[in-house]
């Protein structure tokens, strides 16, 4: 399986969470995004797709477009 860099960073920041959990809501809030970033990076028109079906879903996916241009990506 290929990883893209929104399922590396995902990755990453899940990991930091498990090692150090000394501050819980902010390991929590790290896990929610740490999954988030893997699910996008696995199935991404899929989740953007999700996401617009939510109340303020075009705001979130322009949200997202931001995040992924801030995303350094190595891809082809």
Same mark, same amino acid.
């Given at each position: 399986?290929? #990883?893209? !860099?929104?399922? %590396?960073?995902?990755t990453?920041?899940?990991?930091?969470?498990? +090692?150090? =959990?000394? *501050? *819980? #809501?902010?390991?929590?809030?790290? &896990? +929610?995004?740490? +999954?988030?970033?893997?699910? #996008?990076?696995? !199935?991404?028109k899929?989740?953007?797709?999700?996401?617009?079906? &939510?109340?303020?879903?075009?705001? &979130?996916? %322009? +949200? &997202?477009?931001?995040?992924?241009?801030? =995303?350094?990506?190595?891809?082809?």
């Amino acid at each position: 399986m290929v #990883w893209n !860099d929104r399922t %590396k960073l995902g990755t990453v920041i899940v990991v930091s969470v498990l +090692a150090g =959990i000394f *501050f *819980f #809501w902010i390991a929590v809030l790290l &896990l +929610a995004v740490g +999954a988030f970033l893997i699910v #996008w990076g696995n !199935d991404p028109k899929r989740t953007e797709e999700f996401l617009a079906g &939510l109340p303020g879903g075009q705001q &979130l996916v %322009k +949200a &997202l477009s931001q995040v992924e241009a801030a =995303i350094p990506s190595r891809e082809p």
